[in-house]
């Protein structure tokens, strides 16, 4: 039964981790962690490092102000940017809109991060953005990667 599941989670890494490198991971980590873990906690463990959870995925329609949270979509627009000045001095801003089939929500790009934009998004590219932080300042939902989270090219715009 246990290997069954350990079976399941591989699958979720197969594209990264041969068979025998995945356990071997398993077993590296059980010495990391002095054997406090079984080898099924450090194989989700693995997964989520690697950003491949999708029970963790919540679903855009049901996040709020607030929310910490990790939603994937398919970009359906790709914004303007703006700039600005502020105290701190010039400042770049640049709103993403993603959809997962529950909703939609704006995706904050800040400074250097607009760059990012052009570079790797268009319009049918799915994103995940891990541990971001929805807000809304009436001009409806929006979501920062912010300190603590990530905005990830999941899969790319099939020609």
Same mark, same amino acid.
């Given at each position: 039964?246990?290997? #069954?599941?350990?079976e399941?989670?591989?699958?979720?890494? *197969?594209?990264l981790? *041969?068979?025998e490198?995945f356990?071997?991971?398993?077993e590296?980590?059980?010495?990391e962690?002095?054997?406090?873990l079984?080898?099924e906690?450090l194989?989700?463990?693995?997964?989520?490092?690697?950003?491949r959870? &999708?029970?963790?995925?919540? #679903?855009? &329609? *049901?996040?709020?102000?607030?929310d910490?949270?990790?939603?994937?979509?398919?970009?359906?627009?790709?914004?303007?940017l703006?700039?600005?000045?502020?105290?701190n001095?010039q400042?770049?801003?640049r709103?993403?809109r993603? #959809?997962?089939?529950?909703?939609?929500?704006?995706?904050?790009?800040?400074?250097?991060?607009?760059d990012?934009?052009? #570079?790797e998004f &268009?319009?049918?590219?799915?994103?995940?953005?891990?541990?971001?932080?929805?807000?809304?300042?009436?001009?409806?939902?929006?979501?920062?990667?912010g300190?603590?989270g990530?905005?990830?090219?999941?899969?790319?715009?099939?020609?």
């Amino acid at each position: 039964m246990l290997m #069954d599941h350990l079976e399941d989670l591989y699958g979720k890494l *197969s594209d990264l981790y *041969s068979k025998e490198e995945f356990y071997q991971e398993i077993e590296k980590r059980k010495e990391e962690f002095n054997d406090l873990l079984d080898e099924e906690a450090l194989a989700y463990l693995i997964v989520a490092e690697e950003d491949r959870n &999708e029970e963790a995925l919540d #679903d855009i &329609e *049901s996040v709020g102000p607030g929310d910490e949270c990790t939603v994937e979509g398919e970009v359906v627009d790709l914004g303007v940017l703006r700039t600005f000045e502020n105290k701190n001095g010039q400042g770049r801003v640049r709103n993403v809109r993603i #959809d997962d089939g529950t909703g939609s929500i704006k995706v904050v790009f800040w400074n250097e991060e607009t760059d990012r934009i052009e #570079d790797e998004f &268009e319009t049918g590219t799915v994103i995940r953005v891990a541990n971001g932080y929805v807000q809304d300042r009436g001009y409806g939902k929006q979501i920062s990667a912010g300190k603590w989270g990530e905005v990830k090219v999941i899969d790319r715009k099939k020609d």
